[in-house]
């Protein structure tokens, strides 16, 4: 069963704009973790946020982590018609030795 | 170096059938994890090892499903009598700690599986 739902399930937008995916999830957490796949094949790791850690930046991504509300954000700014694929976040559960994914964003940049 | 791979890279098999999948971890890395992606949907964990302790199952759907690990090197997923909603794409990934605060996965490119 799935531990983290993410919206919006589709997000599309131009060439230039800034896109924001959200994960919710229900337990406690190590760390959180987003994930961009490609084609529904291998998933890259884009960024790892801690749980006592607030906010991260990695090149153009912007994640954030309230876990008094358990939920994250992934922000990708000037997005590029490369950045179409799936992002998924990732959630590592105090105690467990895998990762629970959410359920996925669907970003597709239009050049 | 090399990344994770995994073979075959597509299979299609009859219900009923038993198919093996591959993956071959990056070198040193001490941690492997099987994780099973039904069309449009996210990651569900399988199969935990690490190192020379005993597996980590509980993902594992049925008693159809099992694998096997040597060392810290290649792993093998086994589906026995596959049925047409073990189609799906199984994706393999590992880490070089165990579970920590930090640690990455690092994923295969995964195998699709289509049962007939």
């Known amino acids: 069963s799935q531990q983290g739902e993410e919206d919006p399930q589709a997000l599309s937008i131009q060439e230039g704009e800034n896109a924001t995916m959200n994960c919710s999830y229900k337990?406690?957490?190590?760390?959180l973790q987003w994930y961009r796949q490609n084609s529904g094949r291998g998933l890259v790791h884009l960024i790892l946020?801690?749980?006592?850690?607030r906010e991260k930046h990695s090149g153009r991504l912007r994640v954030t982590l309230d876990t008094s509300k358990k939920s994250s954000s992934l922000l990708i700014t000037a997005s590029r018609a490369a950045d179409t694929a799936s992002y998924f976040c990732?959630?590592?559960?105090?105690?467990?030795?895998?990762?629970?994914f959410g359920t996925g964003t669907r970003l597709t940049v239009i050049p | 170096g090399a990344g994770v791979s995994q073979s075959p890279s597509n299979k299609v098999t009859e219900k009923g059938k038993d198919v093996e999948l591959r993956c071959d971890p990056i070198?040193?890395?001490?941690?492997l994890y099987w994780y099973r992606q039904r069309l449009g949907q996210g990651l569900e964990f399988l199969i935990y090892?690490?190192?020379?302790?005993?597996?980590?199952k509980s993902g594992l759907p049925s008693d159809r499903f099992s694998a096997e690990r040597t060392g810290e090197s290649v792993s093998t997923l086994t589906i026995q009598r596959t049925q047409q909603e073990d189609s799906a794409v199984y994706l393999c990934?590992?880490?070089?700690?165990?579970?920590?605060?930090?640690?990455?996965?690092?994923f295969g490119p995964g195998t699709r599986l289509t049962v007939l």
């Open positions: 990934a590992s880490s070089f700690h165990s579970p920590t605060n930090t640690d990455t996965q690092y």
């Open positions: 337990t406690s957490i190590n760390n």
């Open positions: 946020i801690r749980s006592n850690e």
């Open positions: 990732a959630m590592r559960q105090t105690g467990a030795n895998n990762l629970f």
């Open positions: 070198s040193g890395h001490t941690a």
């Open positions: 090892f690490q190192g020379n302790s005993a597996p980590d």
